[in-house]
């Protein structure tokens, strides 16, 4: 029975050292000393309401989003500008507003290319009957004969 339980012991012990070996020489590098909170600062906690933010596109490449005139207000036209690295020329660009956890209808905008990765146009958020501020811009990059790319933005409006 002793001698059962010291080769079971043995075994475990074995299939450890070999697990510590194995991931050790198939580890990679960092890339970013810390991925979670690094995500976060660039997108949840930007507020494109206030401050031009940058969000790296599902896929490749980072798109940056700025509104103006700020403070972002309801009912206003704004100007809308974005900025993307790591996409192809003659890509289409579209911007949508939602209202976070309310549906406030269909709010979106096809940007027009000014300069070769540069898109402007003009849109309005509107005003939430119920006083709601907080809203979410997708940006759609969708590159030629290529899968769309989505970012992410959070902003907040001032009635």
């Known amino acids: 029975m002793k001698l059962v339980l010291l080769l079971a012991a043995a075994t475990v012990l074995g299939i450890i050292a070999a697990t ?23 997108t ?17 490449g980072e798109v940056s989003l700025e509104l103006a005139p700020r403070p972002l207000r309801t009912m206003q036209e704004l ?30 905008v096809a940007l027009a290319e000014t300069a070769p990765g540069r898109w402007e146009g003009r849109a309005v958020l509107v005003r939430c009957p119920s006083g709601r501020k907080g809203w979410t811009a997708e940006v759609t990059v969708a590159p030629p004969g290529a899968p769309p790319r989505i970012a992410r933005f959070h902003l907040a409006v001032t009635e």
């Open 20 to 42: 510590v070996v194995v991931g050790s020489k198939v580890r990679e590098e960092t890339v970013v000393a810390r991925p979670y909170e690094e995500g976060l600062s660039r």
């Open 44 to 60: 949840v906690g930007c507020d494109v309401g206030a401050r031009p933010c940058i969000a790296a596109l599902d896929g490749a």
């Open 79 to 108: 100007s809308v500008r974005a900025e993307a690295r790591g996409v192809p020329a003659g890509s289409r660009v579209r911007v949508a507003f939602t209202m976070d956890d309310m549906w406030m209808g269909e709010n979106a």
